[in-house]
Every structure is written in C-alpha cells, then in structure tokens.
C-alpha cells in the first residue's frame, strides 16, 4: 500500500526521462539501415513470427502495436522490419539493451541526483542546477534559447495557432514568474540540453517530464512523444489529473484502483477530490488515506533516491501452453540456465561496480492439471545468496523444492520429491537482490578481517523453512527495473558470497590498488586444509615466477574461488613464499600491527597467517619488496604519498602513529626502521 511522504516545502525540480521506442532505437544503432523504417523487435520464439516487444514510431503510425506477432504486424504493414532480440542461455539476451541504458544514465547523472528506474527510465533530480541557473543565468537573460526547450509542451498553455514556440519562449522567460514556475522553466532548459547531450552522445532520443515531484514527471514524461518534453507548472496540475482515469495513476493500477471504483465509485483523479482525509483514512487506513488525499492534488514527497546501478538482477522465462515445464528434470534444466545468467551478471556487478547481493529469490508460476479454477499462488521463496554457478543452481532448485511442496500441500500430494503429481510451470525467474557496494578503501579495517573462523565455512545445506522465506512477488519487469522493494523483515541479512548467515561478519576486501592503505590489508583467502598444513597445492604452484607476483596471483585466486564458488576454508594474509625458497617464515609478534592483528576481536587467532617480506625504502619514498633469499619473486613498490590519509584515520591509535612515522621517514627518504612497512603488500 503507498504511503504518503511529506513533501517539502521548498520547490523541487524533478525530471522524469524515458527513452523511445528503446529497444529498436538499440537495434537501430547496430543497423543504421533500420533508420526512419517501420521497424519492431520481436522475442526470440519464431511462433507466429514472434511477440513484438518494441515498436518503432513510423511502425506505430501502421497500426503495429506491442501486443500484436510478427505475422499480424506484417499483415498491417507490410514493410516492417523485424528484427529478432539477442538470445543467450536459451532466452532473451537483454544485455545490449541494458548497456545501452547505462550509456544514457551516465550521460544524466551529470546534472543531478539521478535514480534508474528501469531499463530505460530515469528519474532526475535538478533542483539544484535549476536555482544554480536561476541565480546565475535565468532564462530571461539569455540570448538564445535551445531549440529544444522552445519545442516544450507547457500543460495549460494553448498549443494553438503558429507562434507556440514564441509563447513557450514568453512563458520560460517570464520575470513575473512564481519562484517554483522560474525553477521549472530552468529545469525545463536543462533538460532540453541534456537530452539534446544524449542524442549527441549515444544517437538515442529520449522524453521527459518535468515537474515539482516524481508522480507529477513521470505521468508527463510519455504525453508527448517521441523526442519531446513536458513542463507541468503547479497552476495546471488540477487540469492535468482531473481527467485521468485512477488506473493510468502510478499505485493505482491494480487492487486499490479497483477497491476505489468498487468502493467510492472512483473513476478519474478528479472524482478523488470530492473525499475528505478523514473518509479516505477511515476507508484505507491513515497512511493509504493520506497518500490518496495528497495524490488527488498531486503532492508527492517522494525523493530521488541516487541510485544509478539496478536494485536487483533477474532471469527469467515463461514457458506457456504446451512449453509448461512437468517434471523436475525440465525444470533443473531450465534453472541452471536462468542461474548461469544471474551468475554472470553477479560477476559482472563485482568486477564493475564491487557490488554483491545477499539474496537469492525463485518466483515461479504454476497450475495443476485437474484444477483450472485455482487461484493458488506458487509462493516465492528466498535464501541467502552463495555465490558460484553451481551454489546458486543448487540453491534456486531447493527453492523450487520448497515452492513446489507449499504449493501442493493444498492439493495433499503424497508424492515423491522428484515426481510430478499433475503441476507445471509456466513462468520460472531467479533474481538477486539487497545489493550492496564493497565498502571502498575509507572503511573500517574491522570489515577486512574475520571475526569468526573460516575454517567452518563448508556449504552448509538449506535446511527447509528454516532458511527459507517468503517475499514479495516479482513480476520480470521489475525485476528487470529493480523497482520493487523486498520488505520481509527477516530478509536482512549480511554475509559474503559462498556462505551463509553465520558467517555474515566476512566480507570481501575490495582491491584499493595504489592510494590506500587497505590495498595493503587485503586478505586473499587460501583453500588450506588446516593450520600447520603446507600450503594447498594451488597456492603453491601460484607461487612461481615471473612478472605477477605470487601475492597478486593468490589474490586474483581468491577472489575468483569466492566469485565462481569455491569454498574457501581458511585465511592467510599476504604474500606466501615459493616453497622452493624454502619454508614461509612466520613473523614473530614484535610489531605493533601484528599485535593488532593477532589481538582480541579481530584476530581469528592462529587461522591468520602472517608472513613477512623484506622491504627496502628507496629514495624516491617508495617502500620496495622483494622475495627472500635472493628470488625473482615479482617485486613490487609503494608511494608513500598515494597512501589516503582518511583510511589512516581508521586505523587504530597506536597503529595510526606507526603509519604516520612511517611516512614522515618515506618523504624523508630515510630508511625506515618501522615494522608496518613488512605488511605493506603489492598494490595490483
Ligand atoms: N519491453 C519488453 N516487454 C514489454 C514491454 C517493454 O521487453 N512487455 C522492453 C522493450 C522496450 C523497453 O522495454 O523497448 C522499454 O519499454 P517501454 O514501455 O518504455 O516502451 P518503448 O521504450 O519501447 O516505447 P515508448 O517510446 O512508448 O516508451
């Protein structure tokens, strides 16, 4: 149920942007021949010569429409180009696409606080640019006006007779203006530039809304389209919303917009305004109540959130009529593929962003074959997310399970766990959600070290309900949007790719490279059987020669077994030595950081490993290594200079004062006697 959020009293300027026709606007960048012509794209399955899901404006202008196949779109328009998406994993590939939108965001995240809302909608917050243009350059004082800002609809002025430009011109250059009218016409001159800046950079267009709140911008964006722009002043926003029907309202599309037609014979906005707070209060409860009172008037406090990368990733796939999946076989089969795609868009969120996600979702859809007037739901089931290709496989297919055995208990099935007992499943998605970005270098060094033994990290199995749940249901456009949020309370919980709740306090160090400190403090995790053991095999062989060094190589080794789902079973900080130079040493506890790291709450006791290379100041400040005994272990270097100051700052005390001295002996270029440079470990 929406809830009503105060709406701040000073004026907002707020853009919403939505792309044209996006999906053939891509396809028509990679053929440039596909310009100005009637052009769709149609879903991969040839049935009817496929669903379209985008179609361009000059095929629109034919009658084509979203809802119609490929045979009927040519039947209406015969030159239509159709234009097949990309497949990968047995299903659309939507990956084009999303780049394709990224281009954009990056472009329109320049001028303010941006939120990608889906694919290819934006929300813009530009408040600031517009009072920064309204003090420094207003409208009125500028010689010329961008022709694109000129082509702006107003809502409430009339667009007729030939001089509209002239009067959109008079109306974003009025000096008599209200504050909150000069912000929108500022804002309404940004976004004309940037989506004149778009078009430049990426050849996309775009529309927009704009408007003092998101409800207001978003429900303007599409009213005149393609490649142009809506202004909504506050004097028109009862003009604007009066008319329209409850359903085309953002929340009011499903049950509530039923339950106000059924209920209060609500049809348009306008009929909303009739009802005091206190009846919408007594009828939907105070904050429902609220927030339709407020929308009739189009007020929304609804921010912007800055959030430019998706909230969640999905996969999914429907399987309709005869393609309805009745056995498991067909289903793991389907799930492994669905898995395979999230998994490398994990991996990619990781390597691009060092972002990673906590949990794992499994929506499906399904019937039972001797019940066709069931409205049972298959309910959506969740886990903690393990990482790797196979974990997140196996775990999607216990979701399944789970679903599966909720979803007949009803029917009292006293089947076996593989065996079909007259269900299928027509839709099947996977999605991973509460993502959250590796702290960066200015984190605490807490989260670099474990607190917990990682030895007992085994892939512990799910066990049933325990660690099931239930959240709210995804449809896969939001899924693909990231636009719904998962609310289930029990659903927050912290933990680190490959394991499971206990051992949330593990995070993965991110790779600060060259300029901080914590660069140095990573923690490439070792697959070792015990302490005292020699090390693996693997990290042995890691261990030799050349122009990688041993520690970046177990580094990258780490992170690809936490990546593509080994598990990692104990820890060792820093660089390990060729066993053909003998044994590691193991440094004696003298210094004050391997005080700290072997003291109290942050030790994990003899599971750290600390070894030690030797390290020679150079005059140029830099702190170089070498391996011991002579090798040609790859040897690596460290500006004092490029070290971040604020990570310091997290250190503890007396380890901050070792670091500081250190530093004042680099820039002096006089050797260090400091033992916290032993720990300082290649930058990648
Ligand atoms: N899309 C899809 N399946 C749907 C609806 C949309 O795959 N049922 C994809 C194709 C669209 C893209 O999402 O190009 C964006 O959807 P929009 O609803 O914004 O529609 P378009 O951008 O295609 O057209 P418009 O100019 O009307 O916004």
Same mark, same amino acid.
């Given at each position: 149920?929406?809830?009503?959020?105060?709406?701040?009293?000073?004026?907002?300027?707020?853009?919403?942007?939505?792309?044209?026709?996006?999906?053939?606007?891509?396809?028509?960048?990679?053929?440039?021949?596909?310009?100005?012509?009637?052009?769709?794209?149609?879903?991969?399955?040839?049935?009817?010569?496929?669903?379209?899901?985008?179609?361009?404006?000059?095929?629109? @202008?034919?009658?084509?429409?979203?809802?119609?196949?490929?045979?009927?779109?040519?039947?209406?328009? +015969?030159?239509?180009?159709?234009?097949?998406?990309?497949?990968?994993?047995?299903?659309?590939?939507?990956?084009?696409?999303?780049?394709?939108?990224?281009?954009?965001?990056?472009?329109?995240?320049?001028?303010?606080?941006?939120?990608?809302?889906?694919?290819?909608?934006?929300?813009?917050?530009?408040?600031?640019?517009?009072? $920064?243009?309204?003090?420094?350059?207003?409208?009125?004082?500028?010689?010329?006006?961008?022709?694109?800002?000129?082509?702006?609809?107003?809502?409430?002025?009339?667009?007729?007779?030939?001089?509209?430009?002239?009067?959109?011109?008079?109306?974003?250059?009025? $000096?008599?203006?209200?504050?909150?009218?000069?912000?929108?016409?500022?804002?309404?001159?940004?976004? =004309?530039?940037?989506?004149?800046?778009?078009?430049?950079?990426?050849?996309? $267009?775009?529309?927009?809304?704009?408007?003092?709140?998101?409800?207001?911008?978003?429900?303007?964006?599409?009213?005149?389209?393609?490649?142009?722009?809506?202004?909504?002043?506050?004097?028109?926003?009862?003009?604007?919303?009066?008319?329209?029907?409850?359903? &085309?309202?953002?929340?009011?599309?499903?049950?509530?917009?039923?339950?106000?037609? #059924?209920?209060?014979?609500?049809?348009?906005?306008?009929?909303?305004?009739?009802?005091?707070?206190?009846?919408?209060?007594?009828?939907?409860?105070?904050?429902?109540?609220?927030?339709?009172?407020?929308?009739?008037?189009?007020?929304?406090?609804?921010?912007?959130?800055?959030?430019?990368?998706?909230?969640?990733?999905?996969?999914?796939?429907?399987?309709?009529?005869?393609?309805?999946?009745?056995?498991?076989?067909?289903?793991?089969?389907?799930?492994?593929?669905?898995?395979?795609?999230?998994?490398?868009?994990?991996?990619?969120?990781?390597?691009?962003?060092?972002?990673?996600?906590?949990?794992?979702?499994?929506?499906?859809?399904?019937?039972?074959?001797?019940?066709?007037? %069931?409205?049972?739901?298959?309910?959506?089931?969740?886990?903690?997310?393990?990482?790797?290709? =196979?974990?997140?496989?196996?775990?999607?297919?216990?979701?399944?399970?789970?679903?599966?055995?909720?979803?007949?208990?009803?029917?009292?099935?006293?089947?076996? &766990?593989?065996?079909?007992?007259?269900?299928?499943?027509?839709?099947?998605?996977?999605?991973?959600?509460?993502?959250?970005?590796?702290?960066?270098?200015?984190?605490?060094?807490?989260?670099?070290? +474990?607190?917990?033994?990682?030895?007992?990290?085994? #892939?512990?199995?799910?066990?049933?309900?325990?660690?099931?749940?239930?959240?709210?249901?995804?449809?896969? =456009?939001?899924?693909?949007?990231?636009?719904?949020?998962?609310?289930?309370? @029990?659903?927050?919980?912290?933990?680190?790719?490959?394991?499971?709740?206990?051992?949330? &306090?593990?995070?993965?160090?991110?790779?600060?490279?060259?300029?901080?400190?914590?660069?140095?403090?990573?923690?490439?995790?070792?697959?070792?059987?015990?302490?005292?053991?020699?090390?693996?095999?693997?990290?042995?062989? %890691?261990?030799?020669?050349?122009?990688? #060094?041993?520690?970046?190589?177990?580094?990258?080794?780490?992170?690809?077994?936490?990546?593509?789902?080994?598990?990692?079973?104990?820890?060792?900080?820093? +660089?390990?030595?060729?066993?053909?130079?003998?044994?590691?040493?193991?440094?004696?506890?003298?210094? %004050?950081?391997?005080?700290?790291? @072997?003291?109290?709450?942050?030790?994990?006791?003899?599971?750290?490993?600390?070894?030690?290379?030797?390290?020679?100041? %150079?005059?140029?400040?830099?702190?170089?290594?070498?391996?011991?005994?002579?090798?040609?272990?790859?040897?690596?270097?460290?500006?004092?200079?490029?070290?971040?100051?604020?990570?310091?700052?997290?250190?503890?005390?007396?380890?901050?004062?070792?670091?500081?001295?250190?530093?004042?002996?680099?820039?002096?270029?006089?050797?260090?006697? #400091?033992?916290?440079?032993?720990?300082?470990?290649?930058?990648?």
């Amino acid at each position: 149920m929406p809830v009503a959020k105060p709406e701040s009293s000073d004026a907002r300027v707020i853009a919403h942007i939505d792309m044209d026709c996006f999906y053939v606007q891509v396809e028509q960048r990679k053929q440039p021949e596909l310009r100005g012509l009637p052009t769709a794209v149609v879903q991969y399955n040839s049935w009817k010569g496929g669903g379209l899901i985008a179609v361009s404006y000059e095929a629109r @202008k034919f009658g084509v429409k979203r809802s119609m196949r490929g045979d009927e779109a040519k039947y209406v328009c +015969p030159e239509i180009q159709l234009v097949q998406v990309p497949v990968a994993h047995g299903k659309a590939d939507l990956k084009i696409y999303r780049n394709a939108g990224s281009e954009v965001v990056s472009i329109l995240a320049r001028k303010g606080r941006c939120e990608r809302a889906s694919i290819d909608e934006v929300y813009l917050d530009l408040t600031d640019a517009a009072e $920064t243009m309204l003090a420094e350059n207003p409208p009125e004082s500028l010689e010329d006006i961008n022709d694109e800002a000129l082509k702006s609809h107003i809502v409430g002025l009339a667009e007729d007779g030939s001089d509209v430009k002239e009067k959109v011109k008079n109306w974003l250059c009025r $000096t008599d203006a209200s504050h909150r009218d000069k912000l929108l016409a500022c804002g309404a001159l940004i976004v =004309a530039e940037l989506r004149a800046q778009v078009f430049m950079e990426t050849e996309f $267009t775009c529309s927009a809304g704009i408007a003092h709140n998101k409800i207001l911008a978003k429900l303007t964006s599409g009213m005149n389209k393609p490649a142009q722009q809506t202004v909504v002043p506050s004097v028109s926003v009862k003009e604007l919303l009066a008319p329209l029907p409850i359903k &085309k309202m953002k929340q009011l599309g499903g049950k509530l917009g039923d339950s106000l037609k #059924s209920n209060l014979g609500v049809s348009t906005i306008g009929d909303l305004l009739q009802f005091s707070t206190e009846k919408l209060q007594e009828c939907y409860g105070i904050n429902t109540g609220t927030w339709l009172w407020n929308i009739a008037r189009g007020i929304s406090g609804e921010k912007v959130e800055g959030r430019i990368l998706p909230k969640s990733h999905g996969s999914g796939k429907s399987f309709p009529g005869p393609h309805a999946l009745r056995t498991i076989g067909l289903v793991e089969h389907w799930l492994n593929e669905l898995c395979q795609e999230l998994s490398e868009r994990l991996v990619a969120d990781f390597e691009q962003n060092k972002r990673i996600a906590h949990t794992l979702t499994l929506n499906a859809r399904a019937y039972m074959l001797r019940d066709t007037n %069931s409205q049972k739901k298959f309910p959506s089931k969740s886990s903690p997310l393990r990482y790797g290709i =196979a974990k997140i496989q196996e775990d999607a297919l216990n979701l399944f399970h789970a679903g599966i055995h909720d979803y007949m208990g009803s029917y009292a099935s006293k089947g076996e &766990k593989n065996q079909n007992n007259g269900w299928g499943i027509t839709a099947l998605s996977v999605s991973a959600s509460k993502i959250f970005t590796i702290p960066r270098g200015t984190g605490t060094i807490m989260n670099f070290f +474990p607190t917990q033994s990682l030895a007992c990290c085994a #892939s512990p199995q799910l066990s049933g309900d325990a660690s099931m749940h239930e959240v709210v249901q995804l449809t896969a =456009a939001e899924i693909e949007s990231g636009s719904k949020e998962f609310t289930t309370a @029990k659903e927050s919980i912290g933990g680190i790719p490959g394991m499971y709740p206990r051992d949330q &306090k593990r995070k993965i160090q991110e790779d600060k490279g060259i300029g901080s400190i914590m660069g140095f403090f990573e923690v490439p995790v070792q697959s070792c059987p015990s302490l005292n053991q020699e090390p693996h095999e693997e990290t042995s062989r %890691s261990s030799g020669h050349g122009s990688e #060094s041993c520690w970046q190589k177990n580094q990258a080794e780490s992170q690809n077994r936490l990546l593509y789902g080994e598990q990692p079973q104990c820890l060792s900080v820093g +660089p390990t030595m060729n066993p053909q130079e003998g044994k590691r040493k193991k440094l004696q506890g003298t210094s %004050s950081i391997l005080r700290f790291l @072997k003291s109290s709450k942050y030790s994990t006791h003899d599971r750290i490993e600390i070894f030690q290379e030797p390290c020679v100041p %150079s005059s140029s400040g830099e702190m170089r290594a070498r391996g011991s005994g002579g090798s040609e272990r790859g040897e690596w270097s460290y500006k004092a200079n490029e070290i971040d100051p604020t990570v310091i700052d997290e250190l503890p005390p007396h380890i901050q004062q070792e670091v500081w001295s250190w530093l004042k002996q680099s820039h002096s270029s006089k050797p260090s006697s #400091s033992t916290i440079t032993r720990y300082f470990f290649p930058p990648k």
